[in-house]
């Protein structure tokens, strides 16, 4: 299981200018929806926006902290 919180800072560690909302769907800590707003996805495609939250995410996935998870990505506005 992981904290929300700790979502949001495995995030923020990765992104450090982004923007992160963090739900647990289950309330067991591993189904999550998230939604991230960074510059750094400016001019990106979505999949590499997913792809860089997923990498800043390795380690709860690795160790199936994270079972499932509901990306939104969006540069900001």
Not at 48 to 60: E, F, I, M, P, T
């Amino acid at each position: 299981m992981v904290t929300p919180a700790a979502v949001e800072a495995a995030i923020c560690a990765a992104l450090p200018d982004a923007q992160v909302a963090v739900e647990d769907l289950t309330g067991s800590g591993d189904h999550l929806q998230v939604s991230v707003t960074s510059a750094a996805f400016a001019g990106l495609p979505r999949v590499r926006q997913h792809q860089l939250v997923y990498g800043a995410l390795k380690n709860q996935f690795a160790s199936e902290a994270i079972h499932a998870l509901a990306l939104t990505t969006a540069p900001p506005a």
